[in-house]
């Protein structure tokens, strides 16, 4: 019963059941992006001419800048690394994915922006847990001081 209370109640969000989970979803949805970018860059050369520029500098430019953030940073979001630093490129590539690109698309157009935008306020708030690279980092700090 003690355990069922403590999975339905946490004292701490930064046990190893919440790390655990939070560590699945970054593996889930970084890779799941990371797929997206990897298919921008495989076709960079075709894409780079007809490629959305809503931040007004260049199709080629806002073509590697969505590919950074759907790789670079979906690889540093998995790893824990500079975690919440590496989710607002994330974040602001599916905000102007869901309120720009396809803004007067229909909700279905634009319903997976949607989700991984939610998902990424969700995952920043909830930040990486404890099997992140950022906590490694953090002990070594520490223990220079």
């Known amino acids: 019963m003690k355990t069922i209370l403590r999975f339905l109640f946490p004292l701490k969000p930064d046990n190893k059941e919440y790390s655990l ?7 889930l949805f970084g890779v799941l992006l990371m797929t997206h970018g990897i298919q921008k860059w495989m076709n960079f050369s075709e894409l780079s001419q007809v490629f959305p520029d809503p931040l007004g500098v260049g199709s080629p430019v806002s073509l590697g800048l969505a590919i950074f953030g759907e790789v670079a940073c979906s690889i540093a ?5 500079f975690y919440r630093l590496a989710v607002i ?9 869901f309120f720009v690109i396809h803004g007067g698309d229909p909700f279905a157009a634009k319903e997976l922006a949607f989700v991984y935008m939610i998902v990424y306020v969700i ?3 909830a930040g ?9 980092i953090a002990k070594a700090v520490a223990g220079k001081k």
């Open 128 to 136: 990486p847990g404890r099997y992140a690279l950022d906590r490694v």
């Open 89 to 97: 490129p994330m974040l602001f590539t599916m905000m102007i994915a």
């Open 21 to 27: 989970f939070l560590l699945v979803f970054r593996i």
């Open 123 to 125: 995952l920043f708030m």
């Open 77 to 81: 979001f998995i790893l824990g690394a």
